[in-house]
């Protein structure tokens, strides 16, 4: 005669259930890493396009200014978290009378920190007569 024992009921998972539990977790975090990159790269494509319209209204508003008045000082002026410089070439409007162009560059930086930060820079040369936006290709 024999006797059977019952098998006695072992708290835990199996190894098949612990499979399936680690591979559902890896898709739940692949999915939530693709979307943390997603949204990064948005914002970081909003901040250049943000810091985009600001160098191009700085040099409207730079080309605006009576050709007499541009200074060939550079000037730093900060929007939030943008950082705007504006630097003009250094020349005698005195000295060299025939000086009838400047070439005026705009540079946005933003996100200074640990890592460095980003910066978009825009020339634009602005005449005594009417400004020639650099890079027109001539007739």
Known sequence: MTVSMPWKRRRGASLAEMVVALYVLGIVLLGMMAGIVITQGTMLYKERERATEIA????????????????????????????????????????????????????????????????IQMNREVSASGWQSVGEIPD
């Not at 000295?95 to 540079?107: K, L, W």
């Open 56 to 119: 191009l209204r700085t040099l409207e508003r730079q080309e605006a200014l009576p050709f007499r008045v541009l200074s060939a000082d550079e000037r730093t002026i900060n929007e939030g978290m943008y950082t705007i410089t504006i630097a003009e070439p250094v020349f005698n409007k005195a000295i060299v009378a025939s000086a009838d162009s400047v070439d005026i560059r705009v540079t946005v930086e933003w996100n200074k920190g640990v890592l460095g930060g980003r910066s």
